[in-house]
């Protein structure tokens, strides 16, 4: 009689002990699954804020619709170094410095090779071939006789443009080969024009 009521007493037991085993496995199991998934998502956060600071450490604060010196210089440094080289050489060119950049951009011309020009033949409009002539280029200026304009735009315009359609648009593109239409006289001197056009490209061009 004793053994037929522990027999149901020791199935229940075990049947019990079984369950809770199976249940505090499962569990157990469960929360280092939670663990695991927290330290994951700890992880992902972290790694997140570090992504979102190095975005906004690599990235200045910057007012849209400003520049700053560095910027205009990175951007295009012509402006800048032409006003810069007129202005150090007391050239009276330097009050339609715009207009030369302006009309050098109207015929896609580069503008340091106008000023190397101007270098050249008339100390960057210093020594005029007349008064009020506006006439820095030397441009028409022969035996024959000497072409002025009336303002440094009118010079500039005239100018450009006749270098844009009768040299660089007919094939004329080196110092070299410019000077041996525009003043042909200087290769009899060892091409002295050429010379001295490269030689102010090249002290220009190291300024940019």
Not at 106 to 113: E, G, R, T, V
Request: hydrophobic share 40%; net charge neutral; charged share 20%.
């Amino acid at each position: 009689m004793r053994k037929i009521i522990i027999f149901p007493i020791w199935f229940f037991a075990t049947i019990s002990t079984l369950v809770i085993s199976l249940f505090l496995q499962k569990y157990r199991g469960n929360f280092l699954a939670y663990q695991q998934a927290q330290k994951a998502l700890t992880a992902i956060e972290a790694s997140q804020k570090a992504t979102s600071y190095q975005l906004y450490a690599s990235t200045p604060n910057k007012v849209l619709g400003t520049n700053t010196s560095s910027d205009i210089k990175a951007e295009n440094p012509t402006p800048e170094i032409i006003k810069t080289y007129l202005k150090t050489h007391n050239s009276p060119m330097l009050e339609a410095a715009d207009s030369l950049l302006e009309t050098a951009e109207k015929y896609n011309l580069d503008p340091l090779f106008l000023i190397a020009i101007a270098q050249c033949e008339s100390n960057l409009g210093k020594k005029m071939p007349a008064p009020d002539c506006y006439n820095p280029f030397g441009w028409g200026i022969h035996s024959e006789g000497t072409l002025c304009f009336k303002s440094w735009e009118e010079g500039f315009e005239k100018v450009v443009k006749g270098l844009s359609e009768k040299y660089f648009g007919k094939g004329y593109e080196t110092p070299e080969q410019i000077m041996a239409k525009y003043t042909p006289q200087a290769l009899e001197k060892n091409g002295s024009w050429a010379k001295c056009i490269n030689q102010f490209l090249a002290e220009l061009r190291s300024l940019e």
